[in-house]
């Protein structure tokens, strides 16, 4: 795992001179193409210490779900069925019947279980509360410590929160944790939803069938991702599918198999049935889709896409207000998903985040969605000093942002600067919602 | 099970005086009226010591989830709502604008938190864990406990879990445990969410309002409730709520909740204390339907609850063996513990109520209340022996259908024997339910020579199922039509013990839930070639102002029997009745009803008998909130079922009832046993038309189709072209479209009539002369008919797709019109008084001793087919043909000489006025095809006299 890290560190210093660092990375780590399905074991490391005299006073924290299975019953049933079908043909090839074998045994593993928070991803929050507490531990210590933690209403989200929770809990037995997941935290945990109110029917989700990109997206799959090999691969005679299922499909449900294996609740090694190619294909074509969906997209939309994230950042903007006025408060934690992340990655105009790919060829060797893995959260640490002057700093997978914001102290900065830096990108923000329309309501 | 039963009828009967109990706990604790709604310290737990030297080291548990926001949105919208309303409208009374504003002080705690776990439900369970750790310390304590924990999905369930872990931890921190939250668990812990693999569409109707439960809930509701009242403290003058007892309930819902909410605030001031107490009977009821012995729920919603069951038993052996796991929870729901302790036999939960007003004796939702714990608990005794388990409801012992070792304790062992038969038995049900559910209520087998029949549709009239390779058929039924019948294939009849009535249909018990079997036995006929004998009201009523028990006897029956032993020749010889057997006027005037005219019809009858119900075969006796399922009463226990099939030869004969029965109110004079109009609608019902679109369904568009009905559909007399209501008619017209014609039999009309109608292009509708002619009125020729033809039977002949019929009249031959000499009929009107005087009477009728009639010849062509053309020739020179309305002379004198006069315009009377007195005349007729179909010559002079033919 370390090995990656060191790669992709190498990687973004020399953007310029690699010409394809993702598939470099891809090559070193298979599990690097599961995208968003990556887990990465969020090795603790030294952090820059924070200026003298300042203290940690208060957290912020958003915080992806942990590893959990993919979120598709349907197609966990589609690729049962349709390898039984190729085996009650004898339609298969030795390794198709590998695959086959490989499958049969993981899916009564994983049935009914889309979208569930694994063993694993619980784990990762534990491990995320671990470091969080070892990192802070004055503030978490003695009798008055309260935590508070809000949750989407995914069984994920609620369960990341609860393995978190529990770490804490843990650490302070006398620590008063408050917790709540309901569809009153909707709007601010997951701002693409309808419970924000800025939102029209046809921008919300994460892949939404009006969305402007679909034809860009399907016309760069038809060109990128050839999945007649792969077929050929596990099928003696692909033309002989179960109906209804085609070698297109059939690669996606695999991809998605073998992407999900790291998160947990299953064996096996099921990248073996993809070739690096073949691999780096699916990958940039899901990277293209979540890039077009919330990241930096200027190619087919106006920045819409992404600056919905506002409702959720001017709440944190005022939480923040609140909590460190009133000093009850340690920790506020939220528990949410990548998009919100990604976007508000866009939205804080974050280095290393915030350029735009000047074609889809490109987007694979800017932007990837690989370092927003399980379990992906964004700490804002809150840092005083005897003279009340307040400082941030804000870590992505607790490693360290840099904003464009001038400050000698970076990556602490002002909070005063932080703050108004922040109210200024929620302007910009509200101002692309006004001057963009949502996408028609003609199915893409 | 039996012997439980009863001696919880027992218990129940001798507590007479404890009726009320339910109402005096709640007068003693308002909050229990909420139901599961109730918060409940679990303070009045048992706590029976164990038999010494026994410990607990092992428990399995199931806990409901704790205070809850209330689930829909809708009962806040729909309060809020009619309160705005009422404010807006200035109607609010003084106790209404209160109310009004503390419920919108109180909104915004709620708004986008439905079915949320409320910060109580965290408490609770934080406190429960405490508790359960308490009571079972030797399970919790030390260094190497570990407990296992499985939640649904719903979020409500996962935070109670982790607050629960957050206090079992509290008290001992070194407990290790894993905690699993998915879809995936819900077979075992809440099998009645639609997400669950088990669950099926069926089980999502037996609990929502389209359910079989909710029109009996309904009617309890509006007998217990006085919601009027209610309506009247908050209003005044008309409620702006739709559904009055609906918007009392979402109240009652309000206030219930308000104990799981933060607040000090309380609603039940709103109402009365006694309809607190009615407003929970309602409730709980509601429960009891759903979750409990409630028949009409056919025993599925308790019993797919077995898998939870199961999960208890086997895991208890897993967890036992492997010694790994201290304690498993599963974090689930109320509906699901309250089938659970059903399914077990637990008292206070498996008690089946007749009346609705004991279930409130038994069955009390308050015990289900937020955070209710069920808890299994393992004893075992460090010396040894049988392991023992105690299984408490809330921390309160429950008395199970076991023998119990000492107090609550019972062996482990009895108690998996038991419940694991109890298991299978409710698994082995729930998997003999159909795909979607419903259980199988009709089932048998359809042979021929003891032979097994695949593939014959067998229906109630509402399902239609097909036998498999073992000749079994198998359907869900309500048993609302009664009966289950048998669709005969092609090439085989049913058995029959008389001969004459077919053996097609058993009829059902009124039962409703209870499964029935009823085989089918057929025999095999080469029906190559086969003949339908069609007949319709015969109109017996052994009246005394008409000879019909004679006339049939003498005239009609042996016309019938010499069709049969003709068609004999061809191939098997079938007959269809339809309708008007007898009258209903007359039943009771003359103590003679269906059941009498069906008897005096089959007397002798020379072949089977298919049946439909004619408007006259109800019971005019009979007006009910369900008048036309009633009347049919008699034709149902005499004849059958009122709309079925026949395949015979490869047509699909189809027999239907399109008689809606009113028998509205009227001031008029009423017969003896007559109650109303006898007025009915024409038509098929919405049921029958159901039934009709699922039969044909599945048919191939070249598939032949017979319709047999009383009414006709098609009417040429009105506008619209039809009896039916205009939008059935276009519904059946598209309905039989792709099959190109269908040939429709009827009677009803008392004529001769063949209809065609562009409008309706599918019907070809053969509507046949009465066998009664005149209903046996006109004299002296008794049989004849209204349009001047005569009682008749229409044999049909069927072979391969080709039809071809004949009517045989009763005395005179196939006979399809009578040719007049009109000479001869003003020479005969003008020398009778009696007709002149009836001339005088009423001047409508014709006077056919007008000379302009001189010569003329008179056709009355009844069988007339659209399309055929009526040619009259004197010596060989075609006159010209006009159509006229004039009354028939013969029928005339048949009918009005008998106290009538009436002027019957004639439908198909042709005239020509011939040259000559004397030349030869010759009738010609042609089809649309231009074939000469008829022939006849006349001789003139043409006698006219009463009995002429």
């Given at each position: 795992?370390?090995?990656?890290?060191?790669?992709?560190?190498?990687?973004?210093?020399?953007?310029?001179?690699?010409?394809?660092?993702?598939?470099?990375?891809?090559?070193?780590?298979?599990?690097?193409?599961?995208?968003?399905?990556?887990?990465?074991?969020?090795?603790?490391?030294?952090?820059?210490?924070?200026?003298?005299?300042?203290?940690?006073?208060?957290?912020?924290?958003?915080?992806?779900?942990?590893?959990?299975?993919?979120?598709?019953?349907?197609?966990?049933?589609?690729?049962?069925?349709?390898?039984?079908?190729?085996?009650?043909?004898?339609?298969?090839?030795?390794?198709?019947?590998?695959?086959?074998?490989?499958?049969?045994?993981?899916?009564?593993?994983?049935?009914?279980?889309?979208?569930?928070?694994?063993?694993?991803?619980?784990?990762?929050?534990?491990?995320?509360?671990?470091?969080?507490?070892?990192?802070?531990?004055?503030?978490?210590?003695?009798?008055?410590?309260?935590?508070?933690?809000?949750?989407?209403?995914?069984?994920?989200?609620?369960?990341?929160?609860?393995?978190?929770?529990?770490?804490?809990?843990?650490?302070?037995?006398?620590?008063?944790?408050?917790?709540?997941?309901?569809?009153?935290?909707?709007?601010?945990?997951?701002?693409?939803?309808?419970?924000?109110?800025?939102?029209?029917?046809?921008?919300?989700?994460?892949?939404?069938?009006?969305?402007?990109?679909?034809?860009?997206?399907?016309?760069?799959?038809?060109?990128?991702?050839?999945?007649?090999?792969?077929?050929?691969?596990?099928?003696?005679?692909?033309?002989?599918?179960?109906?209804?299922?085609?070698?297109?499909?059939?690669?996606?449900?695999?991809?998605?198999?073998?992407?999900?294996?790291?998160?947990?609740?299953?064996?096996?090694?099921?990248?073996?049935?993809?070739?690096?190619?073949?691999?780096?294909?699916?990958?940039?074509?899901?990277?293209?889709?979540?890039?077009?969906?919330?990241?930096?997209?200027?190619?087919?939309?106006?920045?819409?896409?992404?600056?919905?994230?506002?409702?959720?950042?001017?709440?944190?903007?005022?939480?923040?207000?609140?909590?460190?006025?009133?000093?009850?408060?340690?920790?506020?934690?939220?528990?949410?998903?990548?998009?919100?992340?990604?976007?508000?990655?866009?939205?804080?105009?974050?280095?290393?985040?915030?350029?735009?790919?000047?074609?889809?060829?490109?987007?694979?060797?800017?932007?990837?969605?690989?370092?927003?893995?399980?379990?992906?959260?964004?700490?804002?640490?809150?840092?005083?000093?005897?003279?009340?002057?307040?400082?941030?700093?804000?870590?992505?997978?607790?490693?360290?942002?840099?904003?464009?914001?001038?400050?000698?102290?970076?990556?602490?900065?002002?909070?005063?600067?932080?703050?108004?830096?922040?109210?200024?990108?929620?302007?910009?923000?509200?101002?692309?919602?006004?001057?963009?329309?949502?996408?028609?309501?003609?199915?893409? | 099970?039996?012997?439980?039963?009863?001696?919880?009828?027992?218990?129940?009967?001798?507590?007479?005086?404890?009726?009320?109990?339910?109402?005096?706990?709640?007068?003693?604790?308002?909050?229990?009226?909420g139901g599961v709604l109730y918060v409940d310290d679990f303070s009045n737990r048992d706590l029976t010591p164990a038999p010494k030297g026994y410990q607990p080291f092992y428990i399995s548990a199931y806990i409901r989830h704790g205070s809850r926001f209330l689930i829909h949105e809708e009962d806040y919208a729909i309060i809020k709502k009619a309160l705005s309303k009422g404010h807006k409208a200035g109607i609010l009374t003084p106790k209404g604008e209160d109310f009004r504003r503390r419920f919108e002080a109180f909104l915004p705690t709620v708004e986008n938190r439905a079915g949320d776990l409320a910060p109580r439900g965290q408490r609770q369970h934080k406190a429960l864990a405490a508790m359960i750790y308490n009571d079972y310390k030797p399970v919790f304590k030390g260094k190497d406990v570990f407990v296992d924990a499985h939640s649904t999905h719903v979020g409500r369930a996962i935070m109670s879990m982790n607050a629960f872990f957050s206090g079992?931890?509290?008290?001992?921190?070194?407990?290790?445990?894993?905690?699993?939250?998915?879809?995936?668990?819900?077979?075992?812990?809440?099998?009645?969410?639609?997400?669950?693999?088990?669950?099926?569409?069926?089980?999502?109707?037996?609990?929502?309002?389209?359910?079989?439960?909710?029109?009996?809930?309904?009617?309890?509701?509006?007998?217990?409730?006085?919601?009027?009242?209610?309506?009247?403290?908050?209003?005044?003058?008309?409620?702006?709520?739709?559904?009055?007892?609906?918007?009392?309930?979402?109240?009652?819902?309000?206030?219930?909740?308000?104990?799981?909410?933060?607040?000090?605030?309380?609603?039940?001031?709103?109402?009365?204390?006694?309809?607190?107490?009615?407003?929970?009977?309602?409730?709980?009821?509601?429960?009891?339907?759903?979750?409990?012995?409630?028949?009409?729920?056919?025993?599925?919603?308790?019993?797919?609850?077995?898998?939870?069951?199961?999960?208890?038993?086997?895991?208890?052996?897993?967890?036992?063996?492997?010694?790994?796991?201290?304690?498993?929870?599963?974090?689930?729901?109320?509906?699901?513990?309250?089938?659970?302790?059903?399914?077990?036999?637990?008292?206070?939960?498996?008690?089946?109520?007749?009346?609705?007003?004991?279930?409130?004796?038994?069955?009390?939702?308050?015990?289900?209340?937020?955070?209710?714990?069920?808890?299994?608990?393992?004893?075992?005794?460090?010396?040894?022996?049988?392991?023992?388990?105690?299984?408490?409801?809330?921390?309160?012992?429950?008395?199970?259908?076991?023998?119990?070792?000492?107090?609550?304790?019972?062996?482990?062992?009895?108690?998996?024997?038991?419940?694991?038969?109890?298991?299978?038995?409710?698994?082995?049900?729930?998997?003999?339910?159909?795909?979607?559910?419903?259980?199988?209520?009709?089932?048998?087998?359809?042979?021929?020579?003891?032979?097994?029949?695949?593939?014959?549709?067998?229906?109630?009239?509402?399902?239609?199922?097909?036998?498999?390779?073992?000749?079994?058929?198998?359907?869900?039924?309500?048993?609302?039509?009664?009966?289950?019948?048998?669709?005969?294939?092609?090439?085989?009849?049913?058995?029959?013990?008389?001969?004459?009535?077919?053996?097609?249909?058993?009829?059902?018990?009124?039962?409703?839930?209870?499964?029935?079997?009823?085989?089918?036995?057929?025999?095999?006929?080469?029906?190559?070639?086969?003949?339908?004998?069609?007949?319709?009201?015969?109109?017996?009523?052994?009246?005394?102002?008409?000879?019909?028990?004679?006339?049939?006897?003498?005239?009609?029956?042996?016309?019938?029997?010499?069709?049969?032993?003709?068609?004999?020749?061809?191939?098997?010889?079938?007959?269809?009745?339809?309708?008007?057997?007898?009258?209903?006027?007359?039943?009771?005037?003359?103590?003679?009803?269906?059941?009498?005219?069906?008897?005096?019809?089959?007397?002798?009858?020379?072949?089977?008998?298919?049946?439909?119900?004619?408007?006259?075969?109800?019971?005019?006796?009979?007006?009910?909130?369900?008048?036309?399922?009633?009347?049919?009463?008699?034709?149902?226990?005499?004849?059958?079922?009122?709309?079925?099939?026949?395949?015979?030869?490869?047509?699909?004969?189809?027999?239907?009832?399109?008689?809606?029965?009113?028998?509205?109110?009227?001031?008029?004079?009423?017969?003896?046993?007559?109650?109303?109009?006898?007025?009915?609608?024409?038509?098929?019902?919405?049921?029958?038309?159901?039934?009709?679109?699922?039969?044909?369904?599945?048919?191939?568009?070249?598939?032949?189709?017979?319709?047999?009905?009383?009414?006709?559909?098609?009417?040429?007399?009105?506008?619209?072209?039809?009896?039916?209501?205009?939008?059935?008619?276009?519904?059946?017209?598209?309905?039989?479209?792709?099959?190109?014609?269908?040939?429709?039999?009827?009677?009803?009309?008392?004529?001769?009539?063949?209809?065609?109608?562009?409008?309706?292009?599918?019907?070809?509708?053969?509507?046949?002369?009465?066998?009664?002619?005149?209903?046996?009125?006109?004299?002296?020729?008794?049989?004849?008919?209204?349009?001047?033809?005569?009682?008749?039977?229409?044999?049909?002949?069927?072979?391969?797709?080709?039809?071809?019929?004949?009517?045989?009249?009763?005395?005179?031959?196939?006979?399809?019109?009578?040719?007049?000499?009109?000479?001869?009929?003003?020479?005969?009107?003008?020398?009778?008084?009696?007709?002149?005087?009836?001339?005088?009477?009423?001047?409508?009728?014709?006077?056919?001793?007008?000379?302009?009639?001189?010569?003329?010849?008179?056709?009355?062509?009844?069988?007339?087919?659209?399309?055929?053309?009526?040619?009259?020739?004197?010596?060989?020179?075609?006159?010209?043909?006009?159509?006229?309305?004039?009354?028939?002379?013969?029928?005339?004198?048949?009918?009005?000489?008998?106290?009538?006069?009436?002027?019957?315009?004639?439908?198909?009377?042709?005239?020509?006025?011939?040259?000559?007195?004397?030349?030869?005349?010759?009738?010609?007729?042609?089809?649309?095809?231009?074939?000469?179909?008829?022939?006849?010559?006349?001789?003139?002079?043409?006698?006219?006299?009463?009995?002429?033919?």
């Amino acid at each position: 795992m370390k090995k990656a890290f060191l790669l992709i560190a190498a990687a973004l210093l020399c953007a310029a001179a690699l010409a394809q660092p993702a598939r470099d990375a891809i090559e070193a780590n298979r599990e690097l193409a599961g995208g968003i399905y990556y887990v990465d074991d969020f090795s603790y490391r030294p952090q820059a210490p924070a200026p003298k005299g300042y203290k940690p006073v208060y957290i912020s924290h958003y915080g992806r779900h942990g590893a959990r299975y993919f979120d598709s019953n349907a197609e966990f049933t589609a690729l049962h069925n349709l390898l039984e079908d190729a085996a009650a043909k004898d339609n298969l090839t030795p390794l198709g019947k590998d695959l086959y074998e490989q499958y049969a045994k993981a899916w009564p593993l994983i049935r009914m279980r889309a979208g569930d928070l694994t063993d694993v991803g619980w784990n990762q929050h534990r491990g995320i509360a671990d470091r969080m507490v070892k990192s802070f531990p004055k503030l978490f210590k003695g009798k008055k410590v309260r935590v508070e933690a809000s949750s989407t209403i995914a069984t994920r989200c609620i369960m990341s929160m609860a393995a978190f929770c529990e770490r804490l809990q843990e650490f302070n037995p006398s620590m008063e944790i408050n917790t709540i997941s309901s569809a009153a935290c909707m709007g601010v945990l997951n701002p693409f939803t309808a419970y924000n109110p800025q939102i029209q029917p046809t921008d919300e989700g994460y892949a939404n069938k009006y969305a402007a990109w679909w034809p860009a997206l399907r016309a760069y799959s038809a060109k990128e991702v050839d999945p007649k090999p792969f077929a050929a691969r596990i099928f003696r005679d692909p033309s002989r599918m179960l109906e209804g299922e085609t070698a297109s499909k059939c690669l996606r449900y695999v991809y998605h198999i073998a992407a999900t294996r790291q998160c947990g609740g299953f064996e096996g090694d099921f990248w073996k049935y993809l070739t690096l190619d073949e691999a780096y294909a699916k990958f940039r074509e899901f990277n293209l889709k979540m890039y077009l969906s919330k990241g930096p997209d200027t190619l087919v939309q106006g920045g819409r896409q992404w600056a919905f994230v506002n409702y959720f950042m001017e709440q944190l903007v005022n939480d923040t207000d609140a909590d460190l006025a009133s000093g009850d408060i340690s920790a506020r934690l939220r528990f949410g998903h990548d998009i919100t992340i990604i976007s508000a990655l866009k939205l804080l105009d974050v280095e290393g985040w915030n350029v735009s790919a000047r074609s889809f060829d490109e987007v694979a060797d800017i932007w990837q969605h690989y370092r927003i893995p399980m379990g992906a959260n964004l700490q804002f640490i809150f840092y005083r000093n005897g003279k009340g002057d307040v400082l941030v700093r804000a870590m992505l997978n607790e490693r360290d942002l840099r904003f464009p914001i001038a400050s000698d102290t970076a990556p602490y900065y002002r909070w005063e600067d932080f703050r108004a830096f922040a109210m200024e990108r929620i302007d910009y923000a509200k101002h692309i919602l006004a001057t963009t329309k949502a996408p028609s309501k003609r199915k893409k | 099970m039996k012997r439980i039963l009863f001696i919880i009828a027992f218990l129940v009967s001798v507590q007479p005086l404890l009726a009320d109990g339910a109402y005096d706990e709640i007068r003693a604790d308002v909050n229990k009226a909420g139901g599961v709604l109730y918060v409940d310290d679990f303070s009045n737990r048992d706590l029976t010591p164990a038999p010494k030297g026994y410990q607990p080291f092992y428990i399995s548990a199931y806990i409901r989830h704790g205070s809850r926001f209330l689930i829909h949105e809708e009962d806040y919208a729909i309060i809020k709502k009619a309160l705005s309303k009422g404010h807006k409208a200035g109607i609010l009374t003084p106790k209404g604008e209160d109310f009004r504003r503390r419920f919108e002080a109180f909104l915004p705690t709620v708004e986008n938190r439905a079915g949320d776990l409320a910060p109580r439900g965290q408490r609770q369970h934080k406190a429960l864990a405490a508790m359960i750790y308490n009571d079972y310390k030797p399970v919790f304590k030390g260094k190497d406990v570990f407990v296992d924990a499985h939640s649904t999905h719903v979020g409500r369930a996962i935070m109670s879990m982790n607050a629960f872990f957050s206090g079992l931890k509290a008290c001992n921190k070194s407990i290790q445990s894993h905690q699993n939250a998915s879809m995936a668990n819900l077979d075992w812990i809440n099998p009645h969410m639609a997400e669950a693999e088990i669950n099926r569409p069926f089980d999502q109707t037996l609990r929502h309002n389209d359910g079989p439960w909710y029109p009996e809930f309904r009617k309890f509701c509006e007998g217990k409730l006085h919601t009027q009242a209610f309506l009247e403290s908050l209003f005044n003058g008309p409620a702006p709520v739709k559904d009055a007892i609906r918007f009392e309930r979402s109240v009652f819902e309000v206030a219930s909740n308000m104990q799981d909410m933060e607040t000090e605030e309380s609603f039940w001031d709103l109402f009365d204390p006694d309809e607190i107490a009615a407003l929970w009977e309602c409730e709980n009821l509601r429960f009891f339907m759903l979750k409990g012995r409630y028949p009409l729920n056919y025993t599925r919603n308790w019993k797919i609850s077995w898998p939870i069951l199961d999960n208890f038993l086997t895991k208890a052996d897993e967890d036992l063996a492997s010694g790994k796991v201290n304690a498993r929870l599963r974090f689930g729901h109320d509906g699901c513990m309250m089938t659970l302790l059903c399914l077990m036999g637990a008292k206070g939960w498996c008690e089946e109520h007749p009346d609705f007003n004991t279930v409130k004796e038994t069955w009390h939702s308050w015990n289900i209340p937020m955070a209710a714990n069920l808890v299994l608990a393992f004893y075992r005794n460090k010396k040894g022996g049988d392991i023992l388990v105690k299984f408490t409801l809330n921390g309160k012992n429950l008395t199970l259908p076991l023998e119990a070792v000492e107090g609550p304790y019972y062996r482990w062992d009895d108690f998996r024997s038991y419940y694991r038969d109890v298991t299978e038995d409710a698994r082995a049900f729930i998997e003999s339910c159909g795909p979607d559910g419903r259980p199988y209520i009709l089932s048998g087998r359809v042979s021929c020579d003891g032979k097994p029949l695949e593939g014959v549709k067998v229906s109630d009239g509402v399902n239609i199922v097909k036998t498999d390779a073992d000749g079994r058929y198998a359907m869900f039924s309500d048993k609302r039509q009664g009966f289950v019948f048998v669709i005969q294939p092609s090439g085989y009849v049913p058995l029959s013990a008389d001969g004459i009535k077919p053996e097609f249909y058993a009829r059902l018990n009124s039962d409703v839930t209870a499964p029935e079997v009823h085989d089918f036995r057929l025999r095999a006929e080469n029906q190559d070639t086969y003949t339908m004998l069609m007949t319709t009201d015969a109109h017996l009523t052994n009246a005394d102002f008409k000879p019909d028990q004679q006339a049939f006897r003498e005239i009609a029956r042996p016309n019938i029997l010499l069709q049969a032993e003709k068609a004999r020749e061809k191939g098997p010889v079938y007959s269809v009745e339809l309708g008007d057997l007898a009258h209903e006027l007359y039943w009771k005037q003359f103590d003679y009803n269906l059941r009498d005219a069906y008897r005096t019809f089959t007397e002798g009858y020379p072949t089977l008998l298919y049946c439909v119900s004619g408007n006259h075969d109800n019971d005019g006796g009979v007006r009910t909130a369900n008048t036309d399922r009633d009347a049919e009463w008699l034709f149902r226990e005499v004849i059958g079922p009122e709309y079925y099939a026949m395949e015979i030869g490869g047509d699909h004969w189809i027999m239907l009832d399109d008689v809606i029965y009113r028998n509205s109110k009227t001031k008029k004079k009423l017969n003896p046993g007559i109650v109303g109009d006898r007025s009915y609608d024409k038509g098929l019902t919405q049921g029958e038309m159901a039934w009709l679109i699922k039969y044909l369904e599945p048919l191939a568009d070249d598939s032949r189709i017979k319709l047999c009905l009383h009414v006709p559909i098609l009417a040429e007399e009105k506008e619209t072209g039809t009896y039916f209501r205009k939008s059935q008619a276009d519904s059946l017209q598209s309905l039989f479209a792709r099959f190109g014609k269908v040939e429709v039999f009827c009677g009803h009309v008392h004529k001769t009539l063949f209809t065609e109608d562009e409008r309706y292009p599918v019907f070809e509708q053969h509507a046949l002369p009465a066998l009664s002619g005149n209903m046996w009125t006109l004299s002296p020729v008794v049989t004849m008919g209204e349009d001047g033809g005569l009682g008749a039977v229409y044999v049909g002949t069927f072979s391969g797709g080709e039809s071809s019929f004949e009517l045989h009249s009763h005395e005179q031959g196939q006979k399809w019109l009578r040719i007049y000499d009109m000479n001869t009929v003003r020479s005969y009107f003008s020398k009778s008084a009696e007709l002149k005087a009836l001339r005088e009477k009423n001047h409508e009728i014709p006077d056919y001793t007008d000379p302009k009639y001189a010569n003329c010849i008179w056709v009355n062509y009844w069988y007339w087919h659209p399309g055929d053309i009526v040619e009259i020739l004197e010596n060989g020179r075609a006159l010209k043909v006009e159509k006229i309305t004039e009354m028939d002379p013969l029928f005339d004198v048949n009918y009005n000489l008998n106290g009538h006069h009436k002027n019957i315009p004639g439908r198909r009377i042709y005239s020509a006025k011939a040259r000559t007195r004397t030349g030869k005349v010759l009738v010609r007729i042609r089809n649309r095809e231009g074939e000469i179909v008829y022939e006849e010559a006349l001789k003139r002079p043409k006698a006219f006299s009463p009995v002429m033919q």
